[in-house]
């Protein structure tokens, strides 16, 4: 017998809101459980260009995730040359697709009241932590290796730090606090 979509719903966990400890080891992955991909989530969302290159406002956001073979270093250069070019923000956030409150974002990140901001004053990177941990402590230098994920990083166009989350504290991640967020930090 085939289970009803209200059947699977029941036997899915959802992430954790709370954010992890500043101690918490970041680098340090949960066994994998059945249910626990996101690639479920990923294929229901619209295809986009991928992430990192600069788009003009009003175009597409890029495909959502972290991709641990991506040249990051040249995305967040794209995005900054870019951000100078059209006065946009750069957003950089660092996850891991194990990290709950990275998955809790991902989903954010799919609503499109939070699209459309991110595409009108942003350029989104999103970097995995694991593989560019050398990013993450350029980026996000005042932490002594405990960084609790999320850390969202968001650069004037001039390459400055306007906010660093592994400071601030992260915003809440449900699509209003983070909407907030994002308008807070764009203006």
């Keep these: 017998m085939t289970p009803s979509p209200s059947d ?13 400890s500043k101690g918490s080891a970041a680098t340090s992955k949960p066994p ?6 996101r690639t479920s989530a990923a294929s229901s969302a619209p295809a986009r260009p991928s992430t990192g290159r600069p788009q003009p406002p009003g175009a597409p956001l890029p495909s959502i995730g972290y991709d641990p073979k991506a040249d990051s270093k040249a995305q967040i250069a794209a995005a ?20 709950g409150n990275c998955v809790a974002l991902d989903k954010t990140l ?9 595409v009108s004053a942003y350029h989104l990177v999103q ?3 694991d593989t560019h941990g050398d990013l993450l402590s350029q980026y996000a230098p005042s932490n002594s290796g405990g960084y609790g994920l999320p850390v969202i990083v968001i650069l004037n166009p001039d390459g400055s730090t306007r906010v660093d989350t592994d400071k601030t504290g992260n915003p809440g991640l449900g699509v209003s606090s983070f ?3 994002l308008k807070k930090w764009a203006a």
């Design 8 to 20: 699977l719903s029941s036997t899915t966990s959802t992430p954790s809101s709370t954010p992890p």
């Design 127 to 129: 970097i995995d932590a």
């Design 110 to 118: 799919h609503d499109p009241s939070v699209q459309a901001e991110l």
């Design 32 to 37: 994998t459980t059945a249910g626990s991909s």
């Design 80 to 99: 900054r040359a870019a951000a100078k070019a059209d006065n946009r923000k750069v957003l950089l956030e660092f996850g891991a697709d194990w990290c």
């Design 179 to 181: 909407l907030a967020f």
